[in-house]
Structure formats: C-alpha cells, structure tokens
Nanobody
Framework: QVQLVESGGGLVQAGGSLRLSCAASGFTFRLYVMAWFRQAPGKEREFIATITESGGGTYYADSVKGRFTISRDNAKNMVLLQMNSLKLEDTAVYYC????????????WGQGTQVTVSS
C-alpha cells in the first residue's frame, strides 16, 4: 500500500538546522510532485515547499525561502527538506505529500514528524 514516512524531526535551538526525510513506497514516485507542509498548534496546515517530478523545479513559501531546501532522490524514493536558520515560529508538525502530475490535489500524506525550535 502507499506509504509516506517522515523522519528527522526533533528539538533544536533557534538558529540551528535539521534535515527531514520522507520515504515513499507503494506508488511510482518519479511520476509525482512532492511537497512539504506543516501545521503548528492552533493553526491551519501551511504549504512549505514543492519539487517537480524530476527535481528540476522547486517552489517555496515566503516564510522559508532562503532557509529551507527541498530535494529528492528518485532512485531511492526519498524527498528531503534541509532546514537552516530555524526560528521559533518554525515549530510545527511537518508532513510530506504527493500529488500526481497534473492533479491539483495531494493524494498521499505522511503521518508527520514534530519539529520543535527552542530559544
């Protein structure tokens, strides 16, 4: 069955870095646009970054542009999120998601990984 499994979350001090990973299985990964979202307590889920099927194109939310980098390895069915210069407001549960090329909706979601940034 389809699975997206995030890992790499944890507790980090403000200004630090974390790298999140998302391992995909059960679907043809190279045909899917991948993205990261996050949801902080009491807030709606927020788009963070997306990457095209081949990895040749990326797009970021303004809140993370210049600090976060999304990448993917189609040979390993993995998508990564490198997070640098973390801020307190980056604290959230981070989710990876997949949508089939040309579809407006994300079909598959992971269970999320907690990122907590402390002062």
């Amino acid at each position: 069955q389809v699975q997206l499994v995030e890992s790499g979350g944890g507790l980090v001090q403000a200004g630090g870095s974390l790298r999140l990973s998302c391992a995909a299985s059960g679907f043809t990964f190279r045909l899917y646009v991948m993205a990261w979202f996050r949801q902080a307590p009491g807030k709606e889920r927020e788009f963070i970054a997306t990457i095209t099927e081949s990895g040749g194109g990326t797009y970021y939310a303004d809140s993370v542009k210049g600090r976060f980098t999304i990448s993917r390895d189609n040979a390993k069915n993995m998508v990564l999120l490198q997070m640098n210069s973390l801020k307190l407001e980056d604290t959230a549960v981070y989710y990876c998601a997949a949508r089939y090329s040309g579809s407006p909706q994300y079909h598959y979601w992971g269970q999320g990984t907690q990122v907590t940034v402390s002062s």
